[in-house]
């Protein structure tokens, strides 16, 4: 009996919390949540004119770049330039060891006033016809080898004197002062940066957009964020045969040496059309598999009469990009309101509080700050 009476117990017990619970979630389904807006930060969809521009990425080549190396063996006997330096066409750079050299040329030298004084003499006698005519001629070849093998002297001199044959910028010294050089070994590089050349490649598709003349614009990490101008100046007339693309080159001013042989840079060569466009700052933009999207923001009334701004999801088709900007081709119209920060915590149909005073700063052409 007594046992009978605690299992009717217990199960009272538990009776009068299922009947708790399910007072409480009926009352928490029957209760309006109110559930706090997401602040954000938003801009209107702009229509503007963009320039069409074709875009490749490319390399930095020296308009001209060379490798100094020694013509002759030789030890270095005086070091005349500082790693890093400027330097004019003609400046010596580096000169050899010529002792060996200059003695021979004041022998030949000797040899040379010799033959010439005695194909003078020669000269005269023959003039009086007490000497033969071939013997006038083999003094006379005797003086002109006598010449050449000084002269043989003096370019061997001039060759171990090692002077820049353009102005340029000098790189890392490779050599040190004592060293023997054999013929061929590096001294120096030595390069030519203002102006500059950037090779780059397009479709061959494209090229009857492209004409010599036409601006071309640099930017990239490597140059800090800037944007350099230049002009096409040579199209390769063959198409490589296993890319189906055109090598183009077009030439930079480099005053202020931002450039530098050798410098990946992304390359767009602008075109004398333009197109009206949507644009809309990137960060405005949920990127997902099942596509891109945008939140846009509406206002409407609650069911007090009181004015609630709320955001809608709309997939959009993307265009290209310019700095910050994208270009929508579909989804969105001009003067529609988005949101340009925040996204990644909204849901469709949510209430939102606009705050643009931190709202990020999307520009054509930005300028990091810590490049």
């Known amino acids: 009996m007594k046992s009978f009476l605690s299992i009717l117990a217990v199960i009272a017990v538990i009776a009068i919390i299922v009947a708790i619970k399910v007072s ?7 209760t309006k949540q109110q559930v706090p807006p997401e602040s954000v930060s938003t801009t209107e969809v702009k229509s503007e004119v ?3 521009a074709l875009t ?5 080549t020296a308009v001209q770049g060379v490798t100094v190396a020694a013509e002759l063996d030789g030890k270095i006997a005086a070091i005349n330039f500082t790693a890093g330096s400027s330097v004019n066409a003609g400046d010596i750079l580096v000169r050899q ?18 033959a010439t004084e005695n194909l003078r003499r020669t000269k005269e006698l023959l003039d009086k016809e007490t000497v033969s005519q071939s013997q006038f001629d083999a003094d006379s070849a005797t ?7 000084a002269d043989n002297i003096r370019a061997t001199i001039s060759k171990k004197t090692i002077k820049a044959p353009f102005s340029g910028k000098l790189g890392i010294r490779l050599v040190n002062l004592g060293q023997n050089l054999k013929a061929g070994d590096s001294i120096v590089s030595l390069q030519a940066l203002n102006p500059i050349f950037v090779d780059f490649y397009l479709p061959q598709d494209e090229l009857n957009q492209v004409t010599v003349g036409l601006t071309v614009s640099l930017s990239g990490d490597a140059i800090s964020g800037k944007n350099v101008l230049g002009k096409v100046t040579a199209i390769s007339p063959d198409v ?5 693309n055109v090598r183009i ?5 480099n005053k202020a040496g931002l450039l530098h042989p050798g410098m990946y840079v992304d390359v767009a060569v602008e075109l004398p059309v333009t197109d009206k466009v949507l644009t809309i700052p990137a960060t405005a933009v949920l990127y997902a598999p099942f596509g891109d999207t945008v939140y846009v923001v509406s206002t409407s009334k609650d069911d007090s009469g009181a004015e609630v701004q709320t955001v809608a999801q709309k997939i959009v088709r993307l265009g290209i990009r310019r700095g910050d900007f994208v270009a929508v081709t ?42």
Do not use: C, Y
Request: hydrophobic share 40%; charged share 20%.
């Open 50 to 52: 963009w320039q069409q």
């Open 143 to 149: 003086q002109k080898q006598a010449i050449a093998a």
């Open 240 to 244: 490589d045969a296993s890319t189906r």
């Open 97 to 114: 060891d010529t002792s060996a050299e200059e003695a021979q040329l004041r022998s030949a030298e000797a040899s040379a006033e010799l």
């Open 249 to 253: 080159e077009a030439t930079l001013d």
């Open 24 to 30: 409480q979630i009926t009352t928490l389904i029957h």
């Open 330 to 371: 579909l989804g969105l119209k001009a003067g529609d309101t988005i949101v340009t920060s925040g996204v990644f915590r909204l849901r469709p149909g949510a209430t939102v509080k606009v705050n643009n005073e931190f709202a990020p700063d999307a520009q054509i052409a930005p300028k990091p700050s810590d490049s």
């Open 56 to 60: 490749s990425v490319g390399s930095l």
